[in-house]
């Protein structure tokens, strides 16, 4: 069954991010009732954004430098309700991160209770306050999709609201937004669009609906990565469509068995979510074969620089927290490998393909 939530508005082209005032005039009446979340990188250069932010006084900087956690999300929330100021419209400016953040506070602010009570399967009982995501980073696909992926340190769990209330009430997807990221950067997070898409049209749970989206977002990748400059005006641009595909893809089917790793790795080391992505596609050859020499390609052919996690000591004990917080991805590896998942990825097969990626 595809049930489908629909963005209101989307504004997308060159130059797009223009038509922020506007919409905050016709949704907002007074700048106090305006909540900005923006990715810190901005923060000594906000006349990169062609905004004029004089007289907006709730302005949230989103440091990037950990994915968001449950915490964070309380913090901010209990921040802006102390203010005592009645938010009527979100504005998320940022990558996946700064987007799942914006998402994630709009739901507390109108629901009772801490986030954690949230993450897992519609669980969010009432509508957030209206939000508006603008990707200044292309591919998690968190501009279009129905969760807000959230890390929880002492559940070892990294898991999203995913809810219909999820979703951004309009976009503005303004490819200019994208040019000053680093080449590793973008191609990392792009992968995650072509993982996305991979991973659904894998997944027993594909369908007509979400193949339409992942098959278009999947050529885009193609195209874009096997040209020369992926980077180039019109690449970004692109990228930033596919995005928007495979985060409809993924909100209507599935992601498969390179996600559920990657969040072990998050859970475990921290790494971020994209290079994680990358990483544990590196030891995909027996699952995803012929994806996995296509995203081999694509890093040799642009030179791509995967880090490796540093301080790694891959005793018994670690290899069973990665188990742990990959394991409890069930939905995913049932829609990768079928209802008896636990029998293919067994502790022992999950240690082996930790091994081969990260040693
Ligand atoms: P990010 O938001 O964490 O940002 C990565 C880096 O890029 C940061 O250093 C940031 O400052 C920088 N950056 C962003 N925009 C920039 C710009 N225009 N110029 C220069 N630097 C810029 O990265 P991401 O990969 O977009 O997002 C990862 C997050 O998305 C994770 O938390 C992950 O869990 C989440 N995610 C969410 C969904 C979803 O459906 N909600 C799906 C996949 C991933
Ligand atoms: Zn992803």
Same mark, same amino acid.
């Given at each position: ?19 922020? @005032? ?89 629901? @009772? ?193 995967? @880090? ?52």
């Amino acid at each position: 069954m595809t049930s489908i939530k629909n963005i209101n508005q989307i504004y997308f082209h060159e130059d797009s991010f223009k038509m922020l @005032p506007n919409r905050i005039n016709e949704i907002a009446s007074k700048n106090e009732s305006v909540i900005f979340f923006i990715d810190d990188f901005f923060k000594s250069q906000m006349n990169l954004l062609s905004f004029n932010f004089k007289g907006y006084s709730n302005i949230y900087f989103n440091d990037t430098s950990s994915e968001p956690t449950v915490e964070l999300i309380d913090f901010f929330v209990d921040s802006i309700k102390s203010k005592m100021i009645n938010p009527k419209l979100i504005i998320a400016i940022g990558g996946g991160s700064t987007l799942d953040l914006g998402k994630a506070v709009s739901n507390m602010l109108t629901n @009772p209770g801490i986030s954690e009570d949230y993450q897992g399967w519609d669980l969010v009982k009432n509508p957030g306050i209206y939000k508006i995501g603008i990707p200044t980073l292309s591919g998690t696909g968190a501009e279009s999709s129905r969760t807000c992926v959230l890390s929880n340190k002492k559940k070892n769990l990294k898991m999203g609201m995913n809810s219909h209330f999820s979703v951004y009430d309009e976009l503005i997807l303004d490819p200019n937004l994208t040019a000053t990221v680093t080449r590793n950067q973008y191609f990392y997070t792009a992968m995650d669009t072509y993982i996305h898409c991979i991973e659904s049209l894998n997944g027993s749970l594909k369908n007509l609906f979400s193949d339409s989206f992942s098959i278009n977002g999947l050529n885009i990748c193609r195209d874009v990565f096997n040209s020369d400059d992926f980077m180039s005006d019109e690449n970004r641009e692109k990228i930033m469509l596919a995005s928007y595909y495979g985060g409809i893809a993924i909100a209507n089917s599935m992601v498969g068995l390179v996600h559920p790793l990657s969040a072990g790795l998050s859970s475990v080391f921290g790494s971020h979510h994209c290079v994680s992505n990358c990483i544990v596609m590196m030891g995909m050859e027996e699952f995803y074969p012929e994806e996995y020499l296509e995203f081999k390609s694509f890093i040799s052919k642009h030179n791509i620089h995967l @880090p490796k996690i540093q301080n790694l000591d891959l005793n018994s004990h670690t290899l069973k927290k990665l188990y742990d917080a990959t394991i409890i991805h069930e939905k995913p590896l049932k829609n990768a490998l079928g209802e008896n998942f636990k029998e293919i990825l067994t502790y022992e097969k999950a240690s082996e393909l930790f091994r081969k990626i990260l040693l």
